[in-house]
């Protein structure tokens, strides 16, 4: 059982991460570098929520999740820990609150892994780039 849930947790990280290399390789270059607080709030909400939606499937618990999250947002964004663990922190905050990009991140990953053609794998990726888009024009 323990090896198990120990290989769902690889499974869950390697998933999110070729998910978000995907999202993100579809967004403006430079986005790495941003320091509009809009911008990162976003992209990482919608990052937290597509591994929480991610290791929901996976049947994980919270504290694997909130694990995975840790490493895959740190190495995603290239992160330091302390930096990760503070916006992690007020993630599950913005989630009561419904924040639209941790909920979008969540139904894009399942979208991704679920769809038939790559014209659907990419509409899902792509949805962080639309939020991205919105956050310009606001």
């Not at 607080?37 to 937290?48: C, H, K, N, T």
């Not at 992690?88 to 979008?104: D, G, R, S, V, W």
């Amino acid at each position: 059982m323990h090896h198990n849930h120990e290989e769902q947790i690889e499974a869950v990280t390697k998933m999110a991460l070729q998910f978000l290399a995907e999202a993100i390789g579809q967004c403006p270059a430079g986005l790495e570098r941003s320091t509009n607080r809009d911008i990162v709030f976003a992209v990482l909400g919608f990052q937290y929520g597509a591994v929480q939606s991610a290791s929901y499937v996976a049947g994980l618990g919270e504290e694997a999740s909130t694990g995975i999250a840790k490493n895959v947002l740190g190495r995603i964004n290239g992160m330091d820990k302390e930096s990760t663990m503070k916006f992690l922190a007020l993630m599950p905050t913005l989630a009561e609150k419904e924040y639209p990009p941790i909920h979008i991140g969540g139904k894009a990953i399942i979208g991704f892994y679920h769809a038939a053609t790559e014209e659907e794998k990419l509409a899902a990726a792509g949805s962080l780039r639309e939020i991205l888009r919105q956050i310009d024009e606001a």
